[in-house]
């Protein structure tokens, strides 16, 4: 079955950087989409990067230049790269995978089939 692991996650302070890591095993999809996500307690689960089968991506507004997502094929594993990080960052951070996303529903939670448990990151000022 398909399994997605989350790592990385930790606590930094403002302006710090973290990467995390997500390993996906248990399928050989020709192609894929993998993006993450982010929660923080009483809010909407929210889009933070996408990964397209192509190697497009897309960024939330509120990221956009402070990280990066990256895919390595070999390893199945997603990564984002997190600069200058802000508390308001501070969330449970989670990978998504799917089989194929439209690049206009990239970034939203409801589409994709796939989720992996989440690894939280903690930034303080």
């Known amino acids: 079955q398909v399994q997605l692991v989350e790592s990385g996650g930790g606590s930094v302070q403002a302006g710090g950087s973290l990467t995390l890591s997500c390993v996906a095993s248990?399928?050989?999809?020709?192609?894929?989409?993998m993006a993450w996500f982010r929660q923080a307690p009483g809010k909407e689960r929210e889009g933070v990067a996408a990964?397209?089968?192509?190697?497009?991506?897309q960024y939330a507004d509120s990221v956009k230049g402070r990280f990066t997502i990256t895919k390595d094929y070999a390893s199945n594993t997603l990564y984002l790269q997190m600069n200058s990080l802000k508390p308001e960052d501070t969330a449970m951070y989670y990978c998504?995978?799917?089989?194929?996303?439209?690049?206009?529903?990239?970034?939203?939670?409801?589409?994709?089939?796939?989720w992996g448990q989440g690894t939280q990151v903690t930034v303080s000022s």
């Open positions: 998504a995978a799917d089989q194929w996303v439209g690049y206009p529903a990239r970034l939203s939670s409801s589409v994709y089939t796939y």
């Open positions: 990964f397209a089968s192509d190697g497009s991506t």
């Open positions: 248990g399928f050989s999809w020709s192609s894929n989409y």
